[in-house]
């Protein structure tokens, strides 16, 4: 079965290859530290990140494992979620790494599916450019297995890691499909929803006697990551939208390493990703903690929640 490289090797630039190998052997180490039994997986690092969230250990070693990858890799820059400013590597480096190393934190303690994000970009403009220009992207799942998904631009392909640690292709070409009858939303919120949010979810809850005519099931693991991969494998969409809490007026999740990343796998697995009203790939950064709305997955449902947003 075709191993990462062997797929890298047709598809992306040295230095893209050579990252993108660098995250795998990266992502093995933090999928056998999170297995490994001696881990306490909840255990508290007692520090706070630059978004004012609690560091797990797991957090603090999954980002020391990253930015040793990146080191590795010749980029110019690591920017996270763990560090406040981007740190300067290679003087020399064609590219910069950006990453959530791993995602759905809430979860590491109980046992539940997490990750990790990452988006590789040239280096112009010091990494704070639209999504567009992304030259790779990418999501690890450790999950019941340990999975990728990645896109060096063209498309998307995912795969499974095996028991020596490789990486084997599952799927050269993922698509989300563009129908889908599952939305994915925290719905303790619901009273701080804006109308349009309110409007959309009320329809789907409506089901097949509401306007939509259709019914929907409900699901919310709360890793991005994890939700993601679902969305990749059956469809579906998920939505963290801005909202009426303090702090919340740009929805939770953070451009530069969250959702520019999984918005170019959305993209190139013909889905669609947008803030409400715009695709998330032309929004420009202006800061590396940058929060944005977030609406992603089958193409219908995006679209929908697209109408709910123009009609006020
Ligand atoms: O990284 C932020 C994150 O942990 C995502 O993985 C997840 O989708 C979301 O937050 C969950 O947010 P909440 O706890 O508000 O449901
Ligand atoms: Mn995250």
Known sequence: MTSLSAYLE????????????????????ISAEIRAPHSVLD????????????????????????????????????????REAAIPLADDGSLIIAS??????????????????????????????????????????????????????????????DADGDFRLIDDTVRIPAASGEFAINAGNQRHWLPP?????????AGADGPRGKNFGQRWVGSLVADAWRIFCRGGVFLYLADRR??????????V???????????????????????????????????VPLVFGSCEEVDEVGRQHAAG
Request: overall charge negative; hydrophobic content about 45%.
């Open 43 to 82: 255990a508290v690092a007692g520090d706070v990140n630059a978004d004012g969230d609690t560091q797990k250990a797991l957090d603090v070693l999954a980002d020391e494992i990253i930015l040793e990858a990146a080191r590795d890799a010749g980029a110019a820059a690591y920017m996270s979620e763990e």
């Open 100 to 161: 959530d190393p791993l995602d759905g934190s809430s979860n590491i303690g109980v046992n539940v599916s997490i990750g990790t994000i990452f988006s590789i970009l040239p280096t112009d403009g010091s990494g704070l450019i639209d999504g567009r220009r992304q030259l790779a992207a990418g999501v690890f799942v450790y999950g019941p297995q340990t999975t990728l998904l990645v896109t060096v631009g063209v498309g998307v392909a995912s795969f499974r890691m």
């Open 257 to 291: 390493y969250e959702a520019a990343p999984m918005a170019l796998l959305v993209e190139q697995a013909g889905g669609r990703a947008t803030d409400g009203t715009r695709d998330i790939l032309d929004i420009t950064p202006t800061a590396v903690h940058q929060r």
């Open 10 to 29: 047709t598809r992306a630039t040295t230095d893209l290859a050579r990252a993108i190998a660098g995250l795998a052997t990266a992502a093995v180490r």
């Open 197 to 205: 949010v309110q409007r959309y979810i009320a329809d789907c809850v």
């Open 246 to 255: 303090d702090g919340f007026a740009d929805g939770r999740l953070r451009l």
